[in-house]
Every structure is written in structure tokens, then in C-alpha cells.
């Protein structure tokens, strides 16, 4: 199942790239808001079932982050905007 949806999102990349420079960000289908209830849900699901969640614990704050910023209309590559002009200070 993962190898489906890794292929899945790979085939995607150019799309996401081309959005970049494009400067898009906003979409209807999967915005940031969706996704960021979507990560709780898998966090809360993998934890309820012994499963470490730290490798996506970061995604998480990300999103909550974006959305913080009002972001969550916007969609996956808008992050990659928000990482490049508002990288969080290491801490």
C-alpha cells in the first residue's frame, strides 16, 4: 500500500513544482487546514496502536504552524513558501 502511494505522490512532484513557481498556494481539494485534521487523526490512531509517531510529529507542527499563520486555505506547496521566508530559529 505505501509503495502505491509513494508512486502516487511522486507522479505529483511536477505538478507541486510547477504550483511553486507559479506562485499558486490555494486550492479546494486538499488545503492545509484538511491535511493538519488529517495528521492529528494518524498521530492520535498510530499512538492508540503502539506505533511511534515522531517521524511525523514534525509535519504536524508544521501544519499547525501554517495555520497559525493563516495559511490554511493553501496547500502543500505554499509549506515550501513558509519554509523559506519564515524558517523557525533552532531552539
Known sequence: MVVSWLNAMT????AVAEA????AGAYDDSNL???AVSFANILSA???QGISTELLE???ALLNRAIA???GGTDTPSLIEMLRTDPVSPG
Not at 507522479?11 to 511536477?14: D, E, I, R, V, Y
Not at 511553486?20 to 506562485?23: I, P, S, T
Open 11 to 14: 507522479a505529483a512532484l511536477p
Open 33 to 35: 487546514q484538511m491535511q
Open 46 to 48: 498510530s499512538s492508540e
Open 58 to 60: 514534525p509535519m504536524q
Open 69 to 71: 499563520a493563516q495559511r
Open 20 to 23: 511553486m513557481d507559479a506562485g
